[in-house]
């Protein structure tokens, strides 16, 4: 199985901050990466796909980019309701793999 | 518009079997390069994948699961069903039934999610 990595586990920031999200493969995944977004108590929300393209009515100050085995998640100028749980996931192999998430919270 | 909803029991009894009914509709398991899977989440933890069901009748498992879960689709009413045996209380989570689309060429993602269905196994 592909083992995905997330660091960190939690991130305490400020609105306005730029924030970045890692996430590490055990194995080459080339691009197939997508990024979830969830909020307590809710189901999550697809944010990126394919390493770096925006799910429809995803704001543009969230951006993706990596290759192979690292990638990351980028948010540029933190909003209220950015505060959330997100998620790697990868569709290059069966089985399917997560990361352990990235609680994000506010500072 | 896309949607799809789980059902089943909110409590099931250790060695007991699950069965989880998935309900969509805004799209066709027939259509080349769909899936519908299921995701769980025990409480406060990550995101595990155990099933997919594909278009064409292909169907994948978690390894760690496979030999207690069995997905099934009937085309005609737009469902896709998840049977786990042998429950225990490590398998209480959330589960949420997805959409696995083609989003980029070959690469796929969960773009839709079902809003999920508490299971908890207690005696």
């Known amino acids: 199985d592909i083992q995905m990595t997330q660091s960190p586990s939690s991130l305490s920031a400020s609105v306005g901050d730029r924030v970045t999200i890692t996430c590490r493969a055990s194995?080459?995944?080339?691009?197939?990466l997508n990024w979830y977004q969830q909020k307590p108590g809710k189901a999550p929300k697809l944010l990126i796909y394919?390493?770096?393209t925006l799910q429809s009515g995803v704001p543009s100050r969230f951006s993706g980019s990596g290759s192979g085995t690292d990638f990351t998640l980028t948010i540029s100028s933190l909003q209220p309701e950015d505060f959330a749980t997100y998620f790697c996931q990868q569709s290059y192999i069966i089985p399917i793999t997560f990361g352990q998430g990235t609680r994000l919270e506010i500072k | 518009q896309i949607t799809l909803k789980e059902s089943g029991p909110s409590v099931v009894k250790p060695t007991q079997t699950l069965t989880l009914t998935c309900t969509f509709s805004?799209?066709?398991?027939?259509?080349?390069?769909?899936?519908v899977g299921w995701i769980r989440q025990p409480p406060g933890e990550a995101l595990e994948w155990l099933a997919l069901i594909y278009w064409d009748d292909d169907e994948r498992y978690s390894p760690s699961l496979k030999n207690r879960v069995t997905i099934t689709k009937d085309t005609s009413k737009n469902q896709v069903v998840l049977t786990m045996t042998n429950v225990d209380p490590v398998d209480t989570a959330t589960y949420y039934c997805?959409?696995?689309?083609?989003?980029?060429?070959?690469?796929?993602?969960?773009?839709?999610w079902g809003q999920g269905t508490m299971v908890t196994v207690s005696s």
């Open positions: 805004g799209f066709s398991l027939s259509t080349g390069g769909v899936g």
């Open positions: 997805v959409r696995l689309g083609r989003v980029l060429g070959s690469k796929s993602a969960f773009d839709i």
């Open positions: 394919a390493t770096s």
């Open positions: 194995q080459s995944i080339r691009d197939h």
